[in-house]
């Protein structure tokens, strides 16, 4: 397997965490956003989205949307459970992630840490509303894990995986976790799992 990633993106780091947990290996292809190499004729023919990850598989084709990449990747091993209301709630949360944590989360993160925007009236006001949605996001899982270890069904799975990305990176998007107790639970219990890599683990190819 080969996986086209930016070695920054927390989307990306989903991907090679699990990988690194299921002891798979794989080339990785650095692929450098910020230089637009997303958009090139060869990447778009990866995938017409023009984002990254993208896993090229053994057998040639290519999957794209770091969720659904830990859902493939998942499969019959002990990251996806076996009953399907737990196999519903993982969805669920991977939805969470997508629609309201990696979009207020990451952004505040991308704009601080990663592409820093002009310091300007306007942009400091969009900045104030991405914050402001994120810590809503925060104050949603923090209610989730007050008395549970992970989030679906007592055990490590993709939906911890998935969230764990960015909220571990959250102070670096000017969110403060020091007010969620279970949050920073939580983000110790991951990173004490066998096989856990940080996101500055990654290879070249």
Do not use: C
Not at 187 to 201: C, D, F, K, Y
């Amino acid at each position: 397997m080969r996986l086209f990633d930016y070695p920054m993106s927390g989307n990306g780091y989903k991907v090679r965490l699990l990988l690194a947990h299921l002891g798979r290996s794989y080339t990785y292809v650095p692929v450098d956003i910020l230089r637009g190499e997303t958009r090139t004729a060869s990447f778009l023919e990866k995938n017409p989205n023009g984002r990254i990850p993208v896993l090229e598989l053994d057998d040639g084709r290519y999957l794209a949307e770091s969720n659904a990449i830990l859902y493939w990747l998942s499969q019959r091993s002990p990251y996806w459970p076996d009953g399907a209301f737990d196999q519903a709630q993982v969805l669920q949360w991977l939805f969470f992630e997508q629609y309201s944590h990696e979009p207020n989360v990451a952004t505040a993160r991308f704009w601080l840490t990663v592409k820093k925007l002009e310091n300007t009236a306007f942009n400091s006001e969009l900045l104030k509303q991405k914050q402001a949605q994120g810590r809503a996001a925060l104050e949603v899982m923090e209610r989730h894990l007050s008395g549970r270890d992970f989030f679906v069904a007592g055990r490590y799975g993709i939906s911890d995986i998935a969230l764990y990305a960015y909220t571990h990176l959250a102070n670096e998007g000017g969110f403060d976790l020091e007010p969620f107790a279970a949050i920073r639970g939580w983000l110790a219990r991951v990173r004490s799992q066998p096989g856990h890599v940080t996101i500055h683990e990654w290879r070249a190819a």
